[in-house]
């Protein structure tokens, strides 16, 4: 088994080759500092919308070699933030446009893709979540019911039962479950290679092996210069801490994947999974999962979930009780799966704000801008964050610019120890949660309530 380096998603491609770093001071109309998906997106869209832009994006590794590339494939139009608490300050209506924003964003990506020739095994099948236990059962049917109070129709969003489970993909113990059209799987390393690529190809120069360490008001310092432009933009995500003064500003929580080697016919003839669903679950300390385009089962979610300081993995290599963990969680789902070997192991970070609310913010009279927090659901989002970006850069007003999560902010994370007490007890509440409710009881676990009270994560 390999882990880290940085992920399974690289293995399967060929090599990356590290562009030139940048070599001195020089100037620009727009630098982006981090070159993943939101710092990709907004390159691309300023220069489809002002070919004569100079556009420069900073990277401290190569581009796509945080979390755009580690994670777990999900293009979903799910958005992290309470609906509830946006339509209290804009009301209902600026988030319905925003859900209808998301659900654009996944086939947006997809054109992307067929019309810059980006293979990134995409298949739109959407997303089945199930439940596994009673209290999860209840759990669903109640965020059903949530749904369907924000105008999801029953082309948005089917309930399952067992059997209805069952026909898709046989889940060991699932009870029912809930499958949603707006998503699709992809490739997520490819899709940011060839993102990269495309945005090489429109005249943007990516500067790799190059670390900023401060951001001012037009500019952008670096260990080897500095990039004065009007408007930078910060678009770092979990890796935010790394920027001098920001240790509080976005904290970088850690998840981490598994990924089997190809399983055999007889494996999938039990499991089934045909169609290439996206699959998630009900429980707090949840996972997420994909069939792979070459019959693998990659599987992801929480393991240490936050290092002190705010500190960030070098290499994606992950402790070994969290991948002990995953793969007991990968056999319990799938037990068809259970010879089959663990071929790849990794981590990375997602970045989340004091508010759990992802956000995109442009100040004119500095020319800084920021996009973010989207708390493990950043590969569809990050491409509505470009796209938003580059209105905000233009001077656009336009139905992006007035969505209800731009001219966000929140309040910083509190200073260690707090901070690293309070995450490490709030996983390890779910944890307990989780235990309690696979023993039975049709409730979700008090625990989980108290768990979500000290996050302070904003429900609908």
Sequence with gaps: ??????????????????????????????????????????????????????????????????????????????????????????????????????????????????????????????????????????????????????DHGPEDLVELDAAGVAARLRVDGALSGAWSPHAARVQPAKLVQGLAAAVARAGVTIYEDTMVSEIRPRAAVTDRGTVTARHVLQCLEGFTASLRGQKRTCLPLNSAMVATEPLSDTAWDVIGWDGAELLGDEAHAYIYAQRTAD?????????????????????????????????AILHRLFPAAATAAIDHAWCGVLGVPRDWSPAVTLDPQSGLGTAGGYVGNGVATANLAGRTLCDLVL??????????????????????????????????????????????????????????????????
Excluded at 113 to 130: M, N, P, Q, S, Y
């Design 1 to 150: 088994m390999r882990n880290g380096g940085p992920s399974f998603w690289y293995a399967d491609i060929p090599p990356v080759a590290r562009r030139p770093p940048l070599h001195g001071d020089r100037e620009a109309d727009v630098c982006i500092v981090g070159g993943g998906f939101t710092g990709l997106w907004t390159a691309y869209e300023l220069k489809r919308a002002e070919p004569g832009l100079e556009v420069v994006v900073l990277e401290r590794e190569f581009a796509g070699y945080g979390a755009s590339g580690r994670n777990g494939g999900w293009l979903s139009s799910h958005f992290a933030a309470s609906r509830e608490q946006m339509a209290a300050t804009h009301g209902r209506d600026a988030v319905l446009a925003l859900q209808r924003a998301m659900r654009e964003t996944v086939d947006e990506v997809i054109g992307v893709c067929e019309r810059e020739g980006i293979d990134a095994d995409i298949v739109k099948r959407g997303v089945l979540t199930v439940a596994r236990n009673p209290a999860q059962r209840v759990r669903l049917a109640d965020a059903a019911a949530v749904e369907r109070a924000w």
């Design 295 to 327: 019959g693998r089962i990659a599987l992801g979610g929480r393991g240490v979930p936050y290092r002190y300081g705010s500190r960030t993995d070098r290499d994606g290599e992950t402790q070994q009780r969290t991948i002990d963990q995953l793969v």
């Design 395 to 460: 001077e656009r007003d336009t139905e992006l610019t007035r969505l209800p999560w731009v001219g966000r902010h929140a309040r910083r994370w509190e200073p260690e120890p707090l901070r690293w007490i309070a995450v490490h007890l709030v996983y390890t509440l779910y944890r307990a949660a989780d235990r309690r409710e696979d023993a039975g009881g049709p409730k979700t676990s008090r625990i989980a309530r108290v768990a979500d009270t000290l996050s302070g994560r904003g429900n609908d």
